[in-house]
T-cell receptor, first 112, second 114 residues
Framework: SAVISQKPSRDICQRGTSLTIQCQVDSQVTMMFWYRQQPGQSLTLIAT?????????ESGFVIDKFPISRPNLTFSTLTVSNMSPEDSSIYLC?????????FGPGTRLTVL | AQSVTQLDSHVSVSEGTPVLLRCNYSSSYSPSLFWYVQHPNKGLQLLLK??????LVKGINGFEAEFKKSETSFHLTKPSAHMSDAAEYFCVVTTTSGTYKYIFGTGTRLKVLA
């Protein structure tokens, strides 16, 4: 399995501001993933983050809005930029280990 | 391309009765299939996974699922529901090709009645 922590666990932000979410894994992994879960919805993959290279974004997500850093093999950040109420969601990071995906506890973001 | 369909958005059962959550998949490759559970205000927890070994997969908390290739199904069952089973359940499909594209179903909310 994998032990994943995220900070902050929740936040309430004003529109137009940015929030950076941190994800820490208990041991090194090649790929880390960022998902969004809008209220009452399933999970949608935002991007895949590899250490030492630019993140790969899914259709509908762009780097200017969701910049990602991956400075080492156990850590990643996702920034939600210029937020609007539509960005209110749970943001989850995940890793794959032994062909199984494990998830962090999530960051619950509310944008006013 | 892979896809997954959860046939019921909501399921209600009485405590002590069987649970059936339905999932159908589509995959061009040999799929890996997973069931995750998400309790209110909690993270996602892996219940069980199928990766081309035994077609009947046993998971945690008494859940199991059967991979049926002919029906392209991977339904989740439990003989006797417990109040603590009330949660959102997600069926997930991916390939074993190493691309790690996990496709999530829309989820089934399980309600357990006393």
């Amino acid at each position: 399995s994998a032990v994943i922590s995220q900070k902050p666990s929740r936040d309430i932000c004003q529109r137009g501001t940015s929030l950076t979410i941190q994800c820490q894994v208990d041991s090194q992994v090649t790929m880390m993933f960022w998902y969004r879960q809008q209220p009452g919805q399933s999970l949608t993959l935002i991007a895949t983050a590899n250490q030492g290279s630019e993140a790969t974004y899914e259709s509908g997500f762009v780097i200017d809005k969701f910049p990602i850093s991956r400075p080492n093999l156990t850590f990643s950040t996702l920034t939600v930029s210029n937020m609007s109420p539509e960005d209110s969601s749970i943001y989850l990071c995940s890793v794959v280990r032994a062909d199984t995906q494990y998830f962090g506890p999530g960051t619950r973001l509310t944008v006013l | 391309a892979q896809s997954v369909t959860q046939l019921d958005s909501h399921v209600s059962v009485s405590e002590g009765t069987p649970v059936l959550l339905r999932c159908n998949y589509s995959s061009s490759y040999s799929p890996s299939l997973f069931w995750y559970v998400q309790h209110p205000n909690k993270g996602l927890q892996l219940l069980l996974k199928y990766t081309s070994a035994a077609t009947l997969v046993k998971g945690i908390n008494g859940f199991e699922a059967e991979f049926k290739k002919s029906e392209t199904s991977f339904h989740l069952t439990k003989p006797s529901a417990h109040m603590s089973d009330a949660a959102e359940y997600f069926c997930v499909v991916t390939t074993t090709s190493g691309t790690y594209k996990y496709i999530f179903g829309t989820g089934t909310r399980l309600k357990v009645l006393a």
